[in-house]
């Protein structure tokens, strides 16, 4: 964990409607850094669940269930992802329960109760395969099965689908990369996006054979663990290159660079240049809480969310 960094989850707000993709640890946090109120966000899309990137998830749902219209009034809040999103929601939300109860039990409560329990107010979508999952007449969100579980055998694979989604906007297309590998669907439903946000696990090679290096000498990993880790970054990761490559390949017109641990500014200008190395147009390299805003298919920075 860093000081500086918490977990993957981006805000994106369309005509003043809020929808947060992804959830990692610390996003409530930054939610409240950022001056936003979770309980005004009303849809939350997961691109796969992986623990950095939901584990975050009860903090959210916690404050919404509290805050939202008080004691547990507002809702409904609709959460989208892969399959076991429910059982993940479900999860959260009897964790967050319990230490509800004990408000609820001192009457008059203003709670609304289905017998002993709280009345749910989380609803899951599960997204079964690619298409169209979502059209709120704000935004339309297409996912694609992208290649981040390459390495899961194709047996029990259907129970751990990762998506990229792609979003269309009235000011232009944003593609959330997801974590995934370069092959795959990341190329084709990248075709035509004003902006690809993109996961940069890292580098180039050499920085993680050094990452991968050291980590395995401090956890004394025999060969064939240290490889099956590499094959992950390898396979299921992106590094600035191929990043430059898809978004040149696939028509992109800018690249936001996220899901990203560059060493301190030297580094974060070097991953920027690595992608630039394959792609010409712009290519941007945010801290965490950065803002930026597409208008008419152009994307600019626009100062830091952090209040
Ligand atoms: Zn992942
Ligand atoms: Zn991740």
């Known amino acids: 964990m860093r000081f500086d960094r918490s977990e993957p989850s981006t805000l994106l707000i369309v005509n003043g409607r809020k929808y947060l993709i992804d959830c990692g640890i610390g996003t409530a946090r930054r939610l409240v850094e950022a001056g936003i109120n979770s309980s005004g966000i009303r849809t939350i899309f997961f691109t796969h669940l992986h623990a950095d990137h939901d584990m975050g998830l009860a903090d959210v749902m916690a404050t919404d269930f509290f805050d939202g219209g008080g004691a547990g009034q507002a809702g409904p809040f609709d959460i989208y992802g892969p399959p076991q999103t429910k059982e993940l929601v479900d999860a959260g939300f009897r964790f967050i329960s319990v230490g509800f109860r004990p408000f609820a039990a001192a009457p008059p409560t203003a709670y609304r109760m289905r017998g002993d329990e709280f009345v749910d107010p989380f609803v899951v979508h599960e997204i079964a395969g690619d298409g169209l999952v979502f059209d709120d007449g704000n935004i339309r969100v297409t996912a694609a099965e992208n ?15 990762t998506y990229s989604y792609k979003v269309q906007t009235p000011d232009g297309v944003i593609v959330f990369s997801g974590d995934t590998g370069p092959s795959g669907a990341i190329g084709a439903i990248a075709g035509g996006a004003d ?29 064939l663990m240290t490889n099956r880790f590499r094959d992950h970054f390898v396979y299921e990761h992106l590094d600035t290159a191929q990043i430059g490559q898809i978004a040149a390949k696939a028509g992109a017109k800018s690249v936001i660079l996220y899901h990203y641990d560059p060493a301190d500014k030297a580094d974060q200008a070097a991953f920027v240049s690595g992608v630039k190395q394959y792609f010409s147009g712009p290519v941007f390299a945010p801290d965490d809480l950065d803002r930026y805003c597409l208008s008419s298919g152009t994307v600019a920075p626009c100062g830091s969310a952090r209040r």
């Open 195 to 223: 902006v690809l946000i993109a996961e940069s696990s890292y580098r180039d090679s050499k920085d993680l054979d050094q990452s991968i290096g050291a980590r395995a000498a401090r956890n004394h990993w025999p060969p």
């Open 147 to 161: 290649s981040h579980y390459l390495m899961i055998p194709p047996a029990t694979r259907p129970r751990f689908k």
